[in-house]
T-cell receptor, first 111, second 109 residues
Framework: NAGVTQTPKFQVLKTGQSMTLQCAQDMNHNSMYWYRQDPGMGLRLIYYSASEGTTDKGEVPNGYNVSRLNKREFSLRLESAAPSQTSVYFC??????????FGPGTRLTVT | SQQGEEDPQALSIQEGENATMNCSYKTSINNLQWYRQNSGRGLVHLILIRSNEREKHSGRLRVTLDTSKKSSSLLITASRAADTASYFCATAPGKKLVFGQGTRLTINP
């Protein structure tokens, strides 16, 4: 089992460009999350999905959109990237609001 | 806003010593979790303690929870070089986890 996978691993964007970060899990978990981690900081929740077909805003949703395509996949879209969105992005899943399982992360740089 | 705050922000000890890090939080919780993050990697879950539990063990890890003081501690005994990492507490006031800023632990050989 791959667990939680994220693509791409690295990405460089110019200000104003758009992109989608992909996350997939084969753990059959209901809940999925997107976080960002800035240098020396903890994780901040961007969006989460408690189940297929539902999404909710987290602490820092501005500038992002999400899609829960099916139970396995949860994507994060940046419509118009800004330098403030330079960060490492992590996807995570949990079976029933317990421990979370994290992907390896996507390092995004916006110039 | 950060719910949990770890203390100290950085800790450096000799291999074989014990490491203790603390977490304080602000609101009532369902559970509190500790995670480890090796440099450049995703977080790995270590241990979960429920709000009605006071202490929990897992291998060389011991976690305590004091809900009256809204604080928790993580003790790593007999530290090893492989324990070098950042450690985060995360609280679950509801369905979401709220992470602290972490303690950077360095184990010196």
């Amino acid at each position: 089992n791959a667990g939680v996978t994220q693509t791409p691993k690295f990405q460089v964007l110019k200000t104003g460009q758009s992109m989608t970060l992909q996350c997939a899990q084969d753990m059959n978990h209901n809940s999925m999350y997107w976080y960002r981690q800035d240098p020396g900081m903890g994780l901040r929740l961007i969006y989460y999905s408690a189940s297929e077909g539902t999404t909710d805003k987290g602490e820092v949703p501005n500038g992002y959109n999400v899609s829960r395509l099916n139970k396995r996949e949860f994507s994060l879209r940046l419509e118009s990237a800004a330098p403030s969105q330079t960060s490492v992005y992590f996807c995570a899943t949990t079976p029933h609001n317990r421990e979370q399982y994290f992907g390896p992360g996507t390092r995004l740089t916006v110039t | 806003s950060q719910q949990g705050e770890e203390d100290p922000q950085a800790l450096s000890i000799q291999e074989g010593e014990n490491a203790t890090m603390n977490c304080s939080y602000k609101t009532s919780i369902n559970n509190l979790q500790w995670y480890r993050q090796n440099s450049g990697r995703g977080l790995v879950h270590l241990i979960l303690i429920r709000s009605n539990e006071r202490e929990k063990h897992s291998g060389r890890l011991r976690v305590t929870l004091d809900t009256s003081k809204k604080s928790s501690s993580l003790l790593i005994t007999a530290s090893r070089a492989a324990d070098t990492a950042s450690y985060f507490c995360a609280t679950a006031p509801g369905k979401k986890l709220v992470f602290g800023q972490g303690t950077r632990l360095t184990i010196n050989p």
